[in-house]
């Protein structure tokens, strides 16, 4: 590593230290996305997928994801996390998740040639 790369690699530690103590760097920016109602239903129809193949998907009990989209209650922590990567690549979690589908909604199969 030369001198260059090592300032570099220091300047950015120094940063998220103090980002970490609540002090932010003119550099740095931060997105943050908010998974509201909208959001949760948004991203289960996106993915193709039903409120219970969604609970599964999020490790949540079905009446939990029913309050999701209602709005009466707000995933946070992991599930909140998860449901963001999800919204992203939803297939990857799907998969990870070990639902397996033999058609998502809206995806047509292919026809035979």
Known sequence: MNRRDFEGLMAGLNDALSYANGK???GAREHR???N???????????GLTQE???KVTGASLGT???????ERVPSGAAGMLIR??????????????????????QRRAKAA
């Open 53 to 55: 193949e969604f609970a």
């Open 85 to 106: 990567i999800l919204a992203r690549e939803p297939k990857l979690v799907i998969q990870e998740a070990g639902l397996v589908r033999k058609k998502l909604r809206g």
């Open 24 to 26: 932010a760097s003119a």
């Open 65 to 71: 994801v029913r309050k999701w989209e209602r709005g």
């Open 33 to 35: 996305v908010e998974v």
């Open 37 to 47: 109602h909208t959001f949760v239903g948004t991203t289960r129809l996106k993915a």
